[in-house]
């Protein structure tokens, strides 16, 4: 047998290399064993918590928006929940992203399109969640559940959202809809600017009316809160709040859903009447600048805005030649035609133009001063009233007086009255897309390139025409100014805060901007004037309504546009009225104005819109309607 030891060379072992050698190991297992214990021991909680920091962040806890309630309590805006698909884009893999959001759109019935610019728009962090669609069905959300495994990224969540309800707490947002507006989701462009506040990339925010202008009360305040997220960052649980979320507040209107009900329905009436396409009515307390009302037609239905409305919806409001999306009481101007004669008038007796006493004679034509002759102005009567003073010839509406009144006022003189009264600026409401209107002045005449204003549009402006153009709001507001004994109010639509019950809890308080610097004699002076319309039969039969007081108004009609072959001008239709306890007083805790838009018929559309809704409002037993256009009596009153 082989030995196996044989041929094999021992090697002389160095004791010492063998000493060294282990001395050596020890040092590197010490040394190894020290840093062991630093970490494990000494700095062992110190990793373990940058260890779960790197697996923690802090997540917003959103605030509850907000409710809009009624000033009566009846709730107008509530959030419910609703169905959101949403996509988380880090487990969406990009080659899928068309299939699947195609997938989803199908299942939805929401555009695929709008879809994708949402998903691609987005530029958050690729684990937060991108919001898709919004308000949809629950059907269509448990199928978008039950194909998860095949909609990798898809994620169905239930989101507040707004609903928009009417005076009976039915879902029908476009009673109110120009008042309150809608919200939508933030822009890329605004996220830039309001992330710093708190904004988040699938936020929403106010669009429009007091949504809009009560953003930062309605939003309430963001908290926050430490997450926990898996290795693969998604969420697994919730560590701590660190910061509660406070909700937003919730507002009480100024506005009466009930009596915008029978604005609405007055209005509509009186447009299908006339065949009138667009219209406003607006209700005020003339003491506070309360809005009780204000209707604006066309309307829209804020309610398809709640949770992103169709391409195909936006296109057929934006294709509308009425432009229901614009409350045209605020937004657009118009010429306000003889409603205008009050400012004349008062600025006529306050710069010693006239006295109460004094009598002008009126014309058929009156002659431009200056111009050639036969160059004149008519009366709208074409054959004048004889020689009048300021109360009569505001009760006829004498175009031919009030032409006088304004050529020797001039135009910077009439400018600053109707300036004092609320015209050519915005009135302050809080509501967006105010227009501030035109007022004819030397400074304006020189922005359009010419010297001052010519002596016939300086006459044609104290009725109302030509270089004069106002808000419906404006009118108003001027007209409830003399009404409350010269005080112009800032017109308000939120009356204050309420609890969760609609109880007002915090009221707001009106605001004057300014007191007119007339005197009462002469304020007094327009109201009787403003009564005698109605006495004497110019604004038809609306003076033999049974009201609780003595209704005082103006009725207007202002040309516009270009002339019909006949040569004549289609024109708008004004009334507006106040109603205080007796003839001149400036107790009044009503007013109201109707406009109505190329509502050129033989009748005043906006005057029997005003008595239909008077006599609504009043519960009154009598229907004195008139029909526009043949002035026959529309219904019966009850005994």
Not at 69 to 84: H, I, K, M, Q, Y
Not at 114 to 137: C, E, I, K, N, T
Not at 277 to 300: H, R
Request: glycine share 10%.
């Amino acid at each position: 047998m082989t030995d196996l030891n044989e041929g094999r060379l021992d090697l002389h072992r160095s004791r010492a290399r063998l000493i060294a050698f282990s001395a050596a190991a020890a040092v590197v297992f010490a040394v190894l064993g020290a840093r062991l214990f630093q970490l494990q021991i000494l700095s062992g909680t110190a990793y373990a918590d940058r260890a779960l920091a790197s697996r923690t962040v802090v997540e917003p806890i959103r605030a509850p928006r907000g409710l809009v309630f009624d000033r009566e309590g009846r709730p107008l805006v509530v959030n419910v929940a609703s169905w959101t698909v949403k996509a988380r884009p880090a487990d969406l893999p990009s080659a899928r992203v068309d299939e699947v959001i195609g997938v989803v759109a199908r299942i939805t019935g929401v555009d695929a399109r709008a879809m994708r610019a949402r998903y691609r728009a987005f530029s958050g962090s690729p684990y937060d969640l991108v919001p898709l669609a919004r308000g949809v069905s629950r059907e269509a959300a448990l199928l978008v559940g039950e194909q998860r495994a095949q909609l990798p990224g898809i994620v169905v969540e239930v989101d507040p959202v707004r609903r928009y309800l009417d005076d009976s707490a039915k879902q029908n947002g476009s009673l109110l809809s120009h008042l309150i507006g809608y919200t939508g989701a933030v822009s890329g462009d605004e996220l830039q600017r309001l992330a710093a506040q708190g904004y988040l990339p699938d936020d929403v925010i106010g669009r429009d009316g007091v949504e809009a202008s009560y953003e930062s009360t309605l939003r309430g305040r963001y908290g926050s809160r430490l997450l926990e997220r898996d290795a693969s960052g998604r969420p697994v649980k919730v560590i701590s709040t660190k910061t509660p979320a406070i909700p937003g507040k919730n507002l009480m209107l100024t506005v009466d859903a009930r009596v915008q009900r029978l604005a609405e329905e007055a209005l509509a009436w009186g447009m299908q009447a006339a065949k009138v396409k667009q219209g406003v009515t607006i209700v005020m307390n003339p003491q506070t600048g309360e809005i009780l009302a204000m209707v604006s037609l066309p309307t829209y239905d804020n309610n398809k805005f709640a949770t992103g409305i169709r391409a195909t919806d936006y296109a057929a409001y934006l294709a509308d030649p009425n432009r229901p999306l614009r409350n045209h009481a605020i937004s657009d101007i118009y010429p306000p035609g003889s409603t205008f004669k009050l400012v004349t008038g008062l600025a006529a007796l306050q710069e010693g133009v006239t006295t109460p006493e004094r009598t002008w004679p009126t014309y058929g034509c009156y002659q431009i001063p200056g111009a050639a002759p036969g160059d004149c102005l008519f009366d709208w009567n074409h054959a004048g009233f004889g020689p009048l003073d300021m109360i009569q010839a505001f009760a006829v509406s004498s175009d031919t007086f009030f032409y006088q009144m304004a050529v020797h006022l001039g135009v910077d003189r009439l400018a600053k009255w109707a300036n004092t009264l609320g015209f050519g600026a915005p009135t302050g409401i809080r509501l967006p897309g105010e227009a501030a209107g035109i007022v004819a002045s030397t400074k304006w005449a020189q922005q359009q390139g010419r010297p001052s204003v010519y002596t016939g549009e300086l006459a044609q402006a104290g009725i109302g025409q030509n270089v004069i153009a106002v808000t419906p709001l404006q009118l108003l507001n001027a007209y409830a100014a003399v009404a409350n004994g010269g005080k112009l109010m800032r017109p308000m639509v939120v009356r204050g805060e309420t609890d969760a019950a609609g109880t007002l809890i915090r009221p707001y308080a009106p605001e004057v901007l300014r007191t007119l610097a007339a005197t009462s004699e002469h304020l007094q002076l327009m109201r009787v004037g403003a009564r005698q319309v109605i006495t004497t039969g110019h604004a038809y039969n609306i003076r033999d309504l049974a009201l609780p007081g003595q209704l005082s108004g103006k009725t207007g009609t202002a040309e516009f546009g270009t002339p019909k072959p006949d040569g004549s001008l289609p024109f708008h239709s004004w009334f507006v009225a106040f109603l205080p306890s007796r003839a001149g007083a400036a107790d009044a805790q009503l007013a109201v104005l109707t406009f109505t838009y190329s509502a050129t018929v033989p009748g005043n559309v906006s005057t029997e819109v005003v008595k239909y809704f008077l006599q609504k409002y009043f519960a009154l037993r009598q229907d004195l309607r008139l029909d526009p256009v043949t002035f026959a009596r529309v219904g019966r009153s009850q005994n």
